[in-house]
């Protein structure tokens, strides 16, 4: 591989120390060769114990000599291969297309890989849910922030809600969130905090004033700044009274997330679990489809795996084909969504376990505060 680790999962699965700049990663006959910076040598060599870490201003200089010009990260990898008498590689999916195609001018033959590079990064240890749950305190932690904000919030005549004398905004209650999990070691990204028909959209971030007596969607996802790995919750809350359509919504979506819980084990396929909250959704009258130009109802995914990435596999969706396994973290997150009434989502963490599954998430569950 060739690629950073403070943006690449797969390297940083494999080197386990966040480093910003592209380096070279090397699997040869089981064992792990890293080639970086002068600069990060003496950092990683410290941190990492299972990888020779060897430095690339040492390659260059002896390219250089031997005049090789330029002597880049190509060159480099091509002179450790013929070193060691190898002709070929195996790289992931993502490598970089000039990289290869410098590689084969120097008589390196590229094989992609299919699938994942690493297909172990699917199944947890508990050493990485021990970390995947330490995220996710930092997701319960800006929750709890967020919760204790609208709390205190007061509601103006037309429903909209103030702060501190200042209107409260989806921007100011996300920077409450995000300074939150800042202070706790984690960095968030793309924090959503979307009111009324902006929760509608599952991914809209929220902007503008925040106004009492509709659903207002919460989802945090934040990355341990330590492990690299991510947490992820999302609750719905009304500040004043839920209308009884919107409390029919979200009791109906809680009870989609229970029974999810219910019917995930080792061995049951994704797209059955799937399957089960559709079809509730369906018995309670709530249909899916388009609706005067957008989606509405439950459109999308159950779930999706957890851990160095925000969205890895398996998949809970339509589409999937995957068994659940012991050490799967999957995501457990049925939404249903109406303009007319707003978006509810809820979603808990759930690790896979041979007696079923686990809830790593503690936060409480209210629509009304």
Do not use: W
Request: aromatic share 6%.
């Amino acid at each position: 591989m060739v690629a950073d680790s403070e943006r690449d999962a797969d390297m940083l699965y494999a080197v386990g120390v966040s480093v910003p700049d592209p380096f070279i990663f090397l699997r040869i006959r089981g064992a792990r060769y890293v080639v970086l910076n002068d600069l990060e040598v003496d950092r990683v060599r410290a941190q990492t114990g299972h990888c020779r870490v060897l430095s690339l201003s040492r390659f260059q200089r002896k390219l250089r000599r031997q005049g090789v010009k330029p002597a880049g990260l190509a060159q480099v990898a091509a002179s450790i291969l013929r070193e060691r008498r190898l002709r070929s590689v195996a790289v992931p999916g993502s490598f970089p297309c000039g990289l290869a195609n410098e590689l084969a001018r120097l008589k390196v033959r590229v094989k992609v890989k299919r699938g994942s590079f690493f297909p172990e990064r699917e199944l947890k240890t508990a050493f990485e849910v021990r970390k995947i749950t330490a995220a996710l305190l930092m997701a319960e932690v800006g929750m709890a922030e967020a919760i204790q904000v609208l709390k205190c919030a007061k509601v103006s005549r037309d429903r909209r809600l103030f702060y501190h004398n200042v209107p409260l905004t989806s921007e100011k209650l996300r920077a409450v969130i995000d300074t939150a999990i800042l202070q706790a070691s984690g960095l968030a990204n793309h924090t959503i905090v979307a009111g009324g028909r902006q929760g509608c959209d599952p991914h809209e971030p929220g902007h503008g004033v925040l106004r009492a007596h509709e659903p207002i969607i919460i989802d945090i996802f934040p990355r341990s700044q330590k492990t690299g790995y991510f947490g992820d919750i999302t609750r719905t809350v009304v500040k004043g009274r839920a209308s009884e359509a919107v409390r029919k919504l979200y009791d109906t979506v809680l009870r989609g997330q229970k029974l999810a819980f219910k019917k995930m084990s080792a061995g049951v396929r994704t797209v059955e679990v799937h399957k089960a909250v559709q079809e509730l959704f369906a018995q309670e009258g709530y249909k899916t489809g388009n609706h005067s130009g957008r989606m509405q109802g439950f459109f999308h995914g159950t779930g999706h795996g957890l851990g160095l990435e925000i969205h890895e596999p398996p998949r809970i969706n339509t589409h999937s084909t995957e068994l659940l396994k012991p050490g799967h973290v999957v995501t457990v997150e049925p939404g249903l969504y109406y303009p007319e009434l707003g978006g509810v989502r809820l979603e808990d963490v759930a690790l896979i376990t041979r007696n079923g599954p686990r809830n790593l998430t503690r936060f409480e569950k209210v629509l009304e505060i």
